[in-house]
């Protein structure tokens, strides 16, 4: 990114500025808070423009396998594993095993 700076840290709350009841892998198939949406139209994009992204998972009515395989780990095969392990931070008080979940999603992600 050659002129360009990066921008520190981008903060996304899930349940504010997704939904709080996600669900599914595919959209539209899948419904219409899918991973598949999340990835696409809220991290894809934003990706290369910050340093750090944290994503707060609190507040919400669960987060299941489809849904956090597709968005998480489809980041990491759309970027790269090291790549996402880096840049993502999640923040969950509510359940914080979920964290440990999606991290290994991530790293179970294959190109």
Do not use: W
């Amino acid at each position: 990114m050659k002129g360009e700076t990066m921008d520190e840290i981008k903060k996304i709350k899930i349940s504010e500025d997704y939904s709080t009841m996600v669900k599914g892998r595919y959209h539209p198939k899948d419904g219409k808070f899918t991973g598949q949406r999340f990835r696409e139209e809220f991290l894809e994009p934003i990706f290369n423009k910050y340093q750090k992204i944290i994503i707060d998972l609190d507040d919400s009515y669960g987060y299941p396998s489809s849904f956090r395989e597709e968005a998480f780990g489809g980041l990491a095969r759309k970027f790269s594993i090291d790549e996402v392990l880096a840049k993502i931070e999640f923040i969950c008080i509510d359940e914080p095993p979920l964290i440990k979940m999606i991290i290994n999603d991530i790293k179970d992600a294959e190109n």
